[in-house]
């Protein structure tokens, strides 16, 4: 399953997708990803499975249930079988537990345990190490949801496992407006004692609420008693691919300091990053990911701009493996840097005991060929539909709040429609046949 870089460098806020630690840019999380990636690969850290989500077909996904896993002697120039892994999953195929057991002895190294909610993501995920004869946690994280008097998803506390007791970090409490759609947000850190106030994230725009996509928001710092503007954010989307630019709030007006643009394709994803200088905007890391065609990671590439061109830093590779059913059976992470003329071996898995589940995600029938113009639009957009077929289209406007402002059914593909009435904002577009298939983008009102 495909993981974009989007999930690691945009603000995190849970479920929602915004800033809970809004101070840190989004190029010091790639770049913190991507260390973090390295060291899990050189067995530094334990990773919790990023790249053992495998195999998905149609509506099937495929997982292990057993892994040998192997380190790189570069004495012995082979491989040195280290440890197996029990994977253990929920009804949704999604990883509950893993097990690591050293090769030769059996004896337990450690433990990971995780918890979900009702859309997927994780609100608890715990380490263990094996003390007399019990699991005893050493670190992990945990998300403790807040429910308001309407029964309406109000918020998010964050705490961290120490000494064996869950402690608070952060708690995230939504404005909400009437479709239980956060449009602010109040930030609190846990003192030792009580929460203090710590920012507020206001005019937040969905682009998409749906798919969690941000169109636009601002954040002011609470200091000495007062608000003081800190960063805004504006985005536009052309599909699944986005160009996000922040600002900051610097002598008393707003300046532009990053900007990201992410394209994806069938089978690689990228994310150029960019500072704002005296001489305009100007590159400084990209961001690349290879898959297959199943979503299966085949590499990460990291690169820095030099004055005129792209010079690599880092470089992983993940060779794989397929059986007859095209589950992975074997994964080889390989690393390279400037420094070395041919990647090295790092680990390897091979795994086995596969599991299969059911997505029950439906086949959704794309109206393909249809081009939207001009976008942004300030009055008057066109939507021109290059299809064969004789067929009545069914156009749907709605806002990012889920409202419809614009419906109307049309046999001529190609079609005028009048946005003078509409606010400033995100939309999305909705086009549907008689026949079931169906386009939907992103159009933006100026």
């Known amino acids: 399953m495909k993981t974009k870089f989007t999930?690691?460098?945009?603000?995190?806020?849970?479920?929602?997708?915004?800033?809970?630690?809004a101070e840190r840019t989004k190029?010091?999380?790639?770049?913190?990803?991507?260390?973090?990636?390295?060291?899990?690969?050189?067995?530094?850290?334990?990773?919790?499975?990023?790249?053992k989500h495998l195999y998905v077909s149609g509506n099937q996904l495929?997982?292990?249930?057993?892994?040998?896993?192997?380190?790189?002697?570069?004495?012995?120039?082979?491989?040195?079988?280290?440890?197996?892994?029990?994977?253990?999953?929920?009804?949704?195929?999604?990883?509950?537990?893993?097990?690591?057991?050293?090769?030769?002895?059996d004896i337990y190294l450690t433990r990971i345990s995780y918890a979900y909610d009702i859309p997927g993501n994780i609100t608890e995920e715990v380490s263990y190490v094996m003390g007399f004869d019990e699991w005893t946690p050493v670190s992990g994280d945990k998300s403790v949801y807040m429910i308001n008097d309407d029964s309406q998803f109000s918020g998010v506390i964050?705490?961290?496992?120490?000494?064996?007791?869950?402690?608070?970090?952060?708690?995230?409490?939504?404005?909400?407006?009437?479709?239980?759609?956060?449009?602010?947000?109040?930030?609190?850190?846990?003192?030792?004692?009580?929460?203090?106030?710590?920012?507020?994230?206001?005019?937040?725009?969905?682009?998409?609420?749906?798919?969690?996509?941000?169109?636009?928001?601002?954040?002011?710092?609470?200091?000495?008693?007062?608000?003081?503007?800190?960063?805004?954010?504006?985005?536009?989307?052309?599909?699944?691919?986005?160009?996000a630019t922040n600002e900051i709030w610097e002598n008393g007006a707003w300046v532009n300091s990053t900007r990201e643009t992410y394209s994806i394709t069938e089978i690689q994803e990228e994310l150029i990053l960019e500072n704002w200088t005296e001489q305009g905007w100007e590159k400084s890391e990209k961001y690349q990911g290879t898959f297959d065609y199943y979503g299966n990671p085949t590499g990460m590439f990291y690169s820095s701009w030099y004055e005129t061109g792209w010079e690599l830093d880092m470089e992983l590779f993940f060779d794989l493996l397929y059986n007859e059913s095209n589950d992975v059976t074997e994964m080889v992470f390989?690393?390279?840097?400037?420094?070395?003329?041919?990647?090295?071996?790092?680990?390897?898995?091979?795994?086995?005991?596969?599991l299969h589940f059911t997505t029950d995600v439906p086949e959704i029938s794309v109206l393909n060929n249809v081009k939207v113009f001009p976008n942004p639009v300030s009055s008057t957009f066109t939507v021109q539909i290059d299809e064969n077929k004789i067929t009545n289209y069914q156009v749907t406007i709605l806002t990012a709040a889920g409202q419809t402002v614009f419906s109307n059914s049309y046999s001529n593909p190609f079609i005028s429609i009048n946005t003078e009435k509409f606010a400033p904002g995100m939309y999305l577009l909705n086009i549907e046949t008689d026949d079931g298939k169906i386009h939907n983008s992103k159009l933006l009102k100026q």
């Open 7 to 21: 999930a690691i460098t945009t603000f995190v806020l849970f479920a929602l997708g915004i800033a809970a630690n």
């Open 27 to 51: 190029s010091e999380i790639g770049r913190q990803y991507f260390i973090a990636a390295k060291k899990g690969l050189q067995g530094i850290s334990k990773t919790k499975g990023e790249f």
């Open 62 to 105: 495929s997982v292990p249930g057993y892994s040998e896993d192997f380190s790189w002697d570069e004495d012995l120039n082979d491989w040195h079988h280290d440890s197996n892994t029990t994977y253990t999953y929920d009804d949704a195929g999604r990883l509950t537990e893993e097990i690591a057991q050293e090769a030769e002895t």
């Open 158 to 243: 964050k705490q961290t496992l120490e000494n064996g007791s869950w402690v608070n970090t952060t708690k995230i409490v939504y404005v909400l407006n009437s479709y239980a759609i956060p449009i602010g947000i109040l930030t609190y850190n846990w003192d030792g004692n009580d929460w203090m106030l710590y920012s507020k994230t206001m005019n937040i725009t969905w682009a998409d609420w749906s798919t969690r996509e941000l169109a636009a928001y601002t954040i002011q710092y609470w200091h000495n008693q007062d608000w003081l503007n800190g960063e805004r954010y504006s985005s536009q989307y052309d599909g699944e691919n986005y160009t």
């Open 334 to 354: 390989r690393y390279r840097d400037p420094e070395l003329s041919e990647p090295v071996n790092i680990s390897k898995y091979i795994y086995s005991s596969f």
